[in-house]
Each structure stands twice: as structure tokens, then as C-alpha cells.
């Protein structure tokens, strides 16, 4: 697993109280995960000051999975 997807994965499971076994690549933040958009949100946020970057509307709205959020930040590390 890489340095970012461990860092997201990890970020989530604590924000969402959540075993870290149940945040996978696949897994809907809302559907599989329960987070409701203010926790969505509010995790992206929480991202952003992570990776210090800043998250677009237009994305936020692509972001519906783990792998989503990995798949982007792995982009704007690269």
C-alpha cells in the first residue's frame, strides 16, 4: 500500500470511527462507509490540510469512493 493511500485510509477510519479493515480502495464513503455530505466534506477538508492542497468543488463532487480520494491526491502528488 502506498504512502497516500495509507495516509487517506487512515484519515477516514479515524474520522469515521471506523476499523481501518473497512476502508478500502473500493469502498462508497456513503453507501459502504455511512458518512453523510457533511462528513464527506468535512473529510475533504481534512485532506486538503493533510496534503496541503486545495480540493476543487468540480472534484468534490467526483470523490464517492476511498479509491476516488487516492486516485486524485496520488495525481496532484505526481
Known amino acids: 500500500m502506498g504512502h497516500i493511500s ?3 485510509k487512515t484519515i477516514i477510519a479515524s ?3 471506523i476499523s481501518a479493515e ?3 480502495d473500493t469502498a462508497s464513503l456513503a453507501d459502504d462507509l455511512g ?3 457533511l462528513e464527506i466534506m ?3 477538508m481534512r485532506l ?3 496534503f496541503g492542497l486545495d480540493i476543487g468543488d468540480d472534484v468534490i463532487e467526483k ?3 476511498v479509491g476516488d480520494a487516492i486516485k486524485y491526491l496520488e495525481g496532484m502528488r505526481a
Open 42 to 44: 468535512e473529510m475533504i
Open 6 to 8: 495509507l495516509r487517506v
Open 15 to 17: 474520522y469515521l470511527d
Open 22 to 24: 473497512e476502508v478500502v
Open 48 to 50: 486538503e490540510e493533510e
Open 63 to 65: 470523490i464517492s469512493t
Open 35 to 37: 458518512a453523510d455530505s
